[in-house]
């Protein structure tokens, strides 16, 4: 089931709070008291939200038990980004169509509004 | 007085991070503004072309109202799996902007995970300019267990968007 990680991807992504530690981390490897700054959390907090991030695989952390520092790992991320690509074209493709039918609809409109002129003009 | 300032802290921050979860497309018509707003919100319009190429969209309902329900069917012209399709409508401001839940529907026939669509129109000098958004993946109650809704919408579309690039439909 390849999919469940990307489930688990999203679900570790679909807090701001994660997204703004891996915003974070994306600048480079720190610490959790470093990350736990600007967020005003408590350090158990950032832990906690550091194990979903972790169990998610976007990032791994060092073996040091003192230090621990966070750092990103691209790949689920990239994974996660190419599924909503996926709803891109999704969408892109359709709106090709919608411009295609618009254009349709309205040359249809046009012949109609000229062909109720001509017979207006009889 | 500590909680509302923790709070302004956490928002600001969330507010800097990135939105890797948001989908966002822009489009400009050469059409009036009620013109492709109807195309939206009209089942007649939307049937014509909904849905990626060697798809129609068919069976199409939508009760355009806050709270209204939308459904339907993407049927492949290329003999392949039917996909239903459907929400309910959350924001309505014609001929403007509109914007709903949209799920696939599992397996079983029950919604999966719910995304929220938002679509703004606005008209510049007789072209309109489409902004589109997508976002949600996945909400909150498929957070909360229900992951394998989520899973099996995923395995449809992931599915379905293996036909389309073995088509190669650009």
């Not at chain 2, 924001?91 to 949209?102: G, L, R």
């Not at chain 2, 696939?104 to 007789?126: F, H, K, R, S, Y």
């Amino acid at each position: 089931m390849p999919y469940d990680h990307l489930s688990t991807t999203f679900a570790a992504l679909a807090d701001p709070t994660r997204r703004a530690i891996l915003a974070r981390l994306a600048t480079g490897e720190t610490t959790v008291n470093e990350l736990a700054k600007p967020f005003d959390m408590s350090l158990p907090a950032v832990s906690r939200h550091l194990k979903v991030l972790e169990h998610a695989g976007l990032i791994s952390r060092g073996r040091d038990a003192q230090w621990r520092p966070a750092k990103l790992e691209a790949a689920p991320l990239e994974k996660a980004s190419a599924y909503i690509d996926k709803y891109r074209r999704f969408w892109d493709e359709s709106f090709d169509r919608l411009d295609e039918y618009i254009t349709e609809l309205q040359l249809k409109n046009k012949e109609k509004k000229n062909a109720r002129k001509r017979k207006g003009n009889r | 007085m500590p909680a509302k300032e923790k709070e302004t802290v956490r928002t600001k921050s969330a507010s800097k991070s990135t939105k890797p979860l948001e989908l966002s497309i822009t489009r400009t018509f050469i059409a009036p503004r009620e013109l492709v707003y109807k195309c939206f919100t009209e089942p007649e319009h939307v049937m014509k072309w909904g849905g990626p190429r060697s798809f129609v969209m068919q069976n199409f309902t939508q009760d355009v109202r806050v709270g209204g329900k939308w459904r339907g069917m993407l049927h492949s012209t290329t003999g392949k799996k039917d996909l239903w399709q459907g929400g309910t409508f959350l924001e309505i401001d014609p001929p403007k902007h509109v914007s709903y839940t949209f799920a696939w529907d599992d397996d079983n026939g029950n919604p999966g995970n719910e995304t929220i669509v938002v679509i703004d129109l606005e008209e510049v000098a007789g072209f309109t300019k489409l902004t589109f958004k997508q976002s949600g993946f996945p909400t909150e109650g498929e957070r909360d267990g229900h992951v394998v809704g989520w899973g099996e919408a995923l395995d449809k579309f992931a599915e379905y968007f293996a036909l389309v690039s073995r088509g190669g439909a650009r």
